[in-house]
């Protein structure tokens, strides 16, 4: 890797940055700098990039001589946590990232191959990029500013390319579909399968999976994942023809939430989730169900019923009880104390001795705020509420305690 870059920052402005790196962004940015030496705009994207990185990517927040871009490409980067997973799904010699941006997937699933090339049309994220590599003395690494598409089209064939196409349209917002993401994948599939035997393709975690299995022809599996129940990727791992399952119903999907002591992890396939019989239920038992984020993003409703044996409260609801405690279910459970109709009197026995509470509503016809000040109850507290409808049509506010505290 070439080491020379242009970024140069004064050690005046290093100093601020060390001094002042705990301190409110917003008031640093209005105060009144009289030192020529201090860069303060410079100062406050490094400061700000550092406090992002204090919970996102710990292992370089903890290392002073990282240097971090501009707001939007620290937002739209991998945390550490989705980063090492990747590592798990990608193998070889040769690794190719097409879409460098800060670096977050490169720096981690580079340490597993021989030699790996980041690509990235802007100079400034290829600058910082050469200065952090250096920095965390990856060894082997070529970093090349370039188009995704220029580039994969003339690239001597790897054994894995990673991908993550840009979500951002031309004004800034937001955009899901996989058609409308830059680079789009459909069209270069097999441009991509021409140049590696595996392909990592990170998109939005608001995208339909569903449509996604079926618009991309080569997927080999899919990967729902969550840091601390909060949906953040999906990623579809493609491999050559000759590996992929014909049907995409047949797809393994893994449905995983990474946590601080633990990962929930459940895999399930389109066509098991169709096949599973599920048991409704008209009444409550001692123990409530949610599925974590990641499941119920990928969908596996019937799957985990069936598996975990418990039973669901509404076909809309995905909320589920059991009367035994399930006790590796991948989700938060919780013990019922208590449950009521919506009649006044009901609701007030129910509450009596509560003034906050969190409260949840799944298929209810209200919002949180609504239900908050019909109920006349305050967010916080370690009771649990949730507002939802019985498999006959009732509604029910159920009352409960956490019983795994680590989720």
Same mark, same amino acid.
């Given at each position: 890797?070439?080491?020379?870059?242009?970024?140069?920052?004064?050690?005046?402005?290093?100093?601020?940055?060390?001094?002042?790196?705990?301190?409110?962004?917003?008031?640093?940015?209005?105060?009144?700098?009289? $030192?020529?030496?201090?860069?303060?705009?410079?100062?406050?994207?490094?400061?700000?990039?550092?406090?992002?990185?204090?919970?996102?990517?710990?292992?370089?927040?903890?290392?002073?001589?990282?240097?971090?871009?501009?707001?939007?490409?620290?937002?739209?980067?991998?945390?550490?946590?989705?980063?090492?997973?990747?590592?798990?799904?990608?193998?070889?010699?040769?690794?190719?990232?097409?879409?460098?941006?800060?670096?977050?997937?490169?720096?981690?699933?580079?340490?597993?191959?021989?030699?790996?090339?980041?690509?990235?049309?802007?100079?400034?994220?290829?600058?910082?990029?050469?200065?952090?590599?250096?920095?965390?003395?990856?060894?082997?690494?070529?970093?090349?500013?370039?188009?995704?598409?220029?580039?994969?089209?003339?690239?001597?064939?790897?054994?894995?390319?990673?991908?993550?196409?840009?979500?951002?349209?031309?004004?800034?917002?937001?955009?899901?579909?996989?058609?409308?993401?830059?680079?789009?994948?459909?069209?270069?599939?097999?441009?991509?399968?021409?140049?590696?035997?595996?392909?990592?393709?990170?998109? $939005?975690?608001?995208?339909?999976?569903?449509?996604?299995?079926?618009?991309?022809?080569?997927?080999?599996?899919?990967?729902?994942?969550?840091?601390?129940?909060?949906?953040?990727?999906?990623?579809?791992?493609?491999?050559?023809?000759?590996?992929?399952?014909?049907?995409?119903?047949?797809?393994?999907?893994?449905?995983?939430?990474?946590?601080?002591?633990?990962?929930?992890?459940?895999?399930?396939?389109?066509?098991?989730?169709?096949? $599973?019989?599920?048991?409704?239920?008209?009444?409550?038992?001692?123990?409530?169900?949610?599925?974590?984020?990641?499941?119920?993003?990928?969908?596996?409703?019937?799957?985990?019923?069936?598996?975990?044996?418990?039973?669901?409260?509404?076909?809309?609801?995905?909320?589920?009880?059991s009367d035994s405690l399930v006790a590796n279910f991948p989700g938060r459970i919780f013990h019922i104390t208590g449950h009521s109709s919506f009649n006044k009197k009901e609701i007030k026995?129910?509450?009596?001795?509560?003034?906050?509470?969190?409260?949840?509503?799944?298929?209810?016809? $209200?919002?949180?705020?609504?239900?908050?000040?019909?109920?006349?109850?305050?967010?916080?507290?370690?009771?649990?509420?949730?507002?939802?409808?019985?498999?006959?049509?009732?509604?029910?506010?159920?009352?409960?305690?956490?019983?795994?505290?680590?989720?």
């Open positions: 890797m070439d080491t020379k870059f242009t970024i140069k920052i004064s050690p005046e402005t290093l100093r601020f940055i060390q001094i002042n790196r705990k301190e409110n962004i917003e008031k640093l940015a209005l105060q009144d700098n009289k $030192s020529p030496n201090i860069d303060l705009k410079t100062a406050i994207t490094q400061i700000a990039g550092w406090q992002t990185a204090i919970e996102k990517i710990p292992s370089w927040a903890n290392n002073s001589n990282i240097l971090y871009p501009q707001h939007l490409s620290l937002e739209q980067c991998s945390s550490e946590a989705t980063a090492k997973y990747k590592t798990q799904l990608m193998q070889g010699e040769s690794f190719a990232d097409l879409t460098g941006g800060f670096g977050i997937d490169f720096s981690f699933i580079s340490q597993k191959f021989l030699t790996s090339i980041y690509v990235e049309h802007q100079q400034e994220l290829c600058e910082l990029a050469k200065h952090n590599f250096c920095v965390l003395k990856l060894a082997n690494i070529n970093v090349v500013n370039d188009d995704s598409i220029s580039y994969l089209t003339d690239m001597p064939p790897v054994n894995s390319i990673y991908i993550d196409p840009a979500r951002r349209n031309a004004n800034g917002g937001r955009i899901v579909a996989i058609a409308d993401c830059e680079p789009n994948v459909i069209d270069i599939e097999e441009l991509l399968l021409s140049k590696a035997s595996q392909v990592l393709i990170k998109l $939005s975690p608001m995208l339909d999976l569903s449509k996604a299995l079926d618009e991309l022809k080569n997927v080999f599996e899919a990967h729902v994942l969550s840091v601390n129940n909060e949906c953040k990727e999906l990623l579809l791992l493609l491999h050559k023809k000759e590996d992929v399952i014909d049907t995409s119903y047949n797809i393994p999907i893994h449905c995983v939430n990474l946590q601080k002591q633990t990962t929930q992890h459940f895999v399930f396939t389109r066509k098991e989730e169709q096949e $599973s019989p599920c048991e409704y239920t008209d009444k409550i038992g001692q123990y409530l169900y949610e599925p974590n984020a990641s499941l119920l993003k990928a969908g596996a409703f019937r799957r985990i019923a069936y598996i975990y044996n418990v039973k669901k409260l509404h076909p809309n609801s995905h909320l589920y009880t026995l129910l509450l009596y001795d509560l003034k906050k509470g969190n409260l949840t509503i799944r298929n209810f016809p $209200s919002s949180v705020i609504e239900l908050r000040k019909r109920i006349n109850l305050k967010d916080g507290g370690d009771i649990y509420l949730f507002a939802t409808q019985m498999n006959d049509g009732s509604k029910i506010l159920i009352r409960c305690k956490k019983t795994n505290e680590h989720t």
